[in-house]
């Protein structure tokens, strides 16, 4: 399969991008830079994997950068299997109302929503002529409204909007045979998540591969769930 992935110079990014070469896929690896320096583990990969491996430089805060990064892959192939987006930050943590700066909100926003928005919009003449498409947006349960907690706006808001653009445009490319998931893939012990986090982001990576490669998971309608395709309330 040929699959496209943001944020994938490092954390869970990096973790899907080795673990989909591995399992024989060939990865557009986009990263907000090509400098060689920040692209060290992706170097590594590419000596193993060789041409499977192609980086992309994607901001996906700038639509102009979501248009090059199309145009730069559109150079080698016809088609996308699969789009990830698993760009993300994580700003304000555990703010409380009073103390939330919208300025960080309205960041926040750019990138966890509309970042994913703008990918999708792009790269959608790939994805239509993909095999079984499917879009997974790297969610998190802190975008679940069901399950709301105090603080965390910027980050809680920004999760819960990428959940409503996993509904809308589920309904919506569903004609073109496109599948879109949010993924909530545990908490990872990468820079975002933390030294104490529960698990290495190669566990959820495996997970999401899995999700990519069966044709028939999880369930068509659902639109959160866990890196084993288990269905959570959002
Ligand atoms: P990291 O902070 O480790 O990595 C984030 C990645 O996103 C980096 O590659 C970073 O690039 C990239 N990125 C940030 N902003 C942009 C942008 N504007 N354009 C393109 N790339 C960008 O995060 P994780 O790997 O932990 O998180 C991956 C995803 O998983 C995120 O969507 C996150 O919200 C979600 N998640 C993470 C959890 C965790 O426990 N870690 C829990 C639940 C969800 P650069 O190196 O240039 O900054």
Same mark, same amino acid.
Not at 8 to 16: F, I, K, T, W
Not at 49 to 78: C, M, N, W, Y
């Given at each position: =399969? ?10 869970? $990014? ?8 591995? /399992?024989?896929? @060939? ?27 192609? +980086?992309? @430089? ?16 559109? /150079? ?22 009073? %103390? ?5 909100? &309205? ?25 079984? +498409? ?21 980050? $809680? ?6 959940? =409503?653009?996993?509904?809308? !445009? ?14 909530? #893939?545990?908490? &990872?012990?990468? %820079? &975002?998540?933390? +030294?104490? !986090?529960?698990? @290495? +982001?190669?566990? #959820?990576?495996? $997970? ?10 999880p369930e068509?309608?659902l639109?959160?769930v ?5 269905p &959570?309330?959002?």
């Amino acid at each position: =399969m040929k699959i496209f992935i943001t944020g994938a110079n490092r954390g869970l $990014g990096l973790a899907l991008a080795k673990t989909a070469l591995e /399992r024989g896929h @060939e990865v557009f690896a986009g990263a907000r830079s090509l400098d060689p320096e920040k692209l060290s583990q992706l170097k590594d990969l590419q000596n193993r994997f060789g041409a499977k491996l192609i +980086p992309v @430089e994607i901001d996906v805060s700038d639509e102009s950068a979501v248009i090059r990064a199309f145009q730069q892959v559109k /150079r080698h192939t016809e088609r996308l299997d699969a789009v990830i987006n698993n760009a993300g930050i994580l700003m304000g943590r555990e703010r409380s109302i009073a %103390d939330t700066d919208l300025d960080e909100c &309205m960041d926040t926003m750019n990138v966890n929503a509309f970042g994913p928005l703008r990918v999708i919009k792009h790269f959608l003449p790939l994805l239509k002529k993909g095999d079984n +498409p499917t879009v997974i947006n790297v969610s998190s349960d802190a975008g679940s409204i069901s399950s709301a907690y105090g603080g965390d706006y910027a980050y $809680g808001l920004s999760k819960a909007a990428l959940n =409503m653009l996993t509904a809308k !445009a589920k309904k919506e490319l569903k004609a073109s045979g496109i599948r879109v998931f949010s993924v909530h #893939p545990g908490w &990872m012990r990468t %820079d &975002m998540g933390g +030294p104490s !986090a529960e698990i @290495e +982001p190669e566990i #959820p990576a495996a $997970g999401i591969c899995k999700m990519i490669e069966f044709s028939d998971f999880p369930e068509q309608d659902l639109i959160l769930v866990d890196y084993e395709g288990k269905p &959570m309330d959002i």
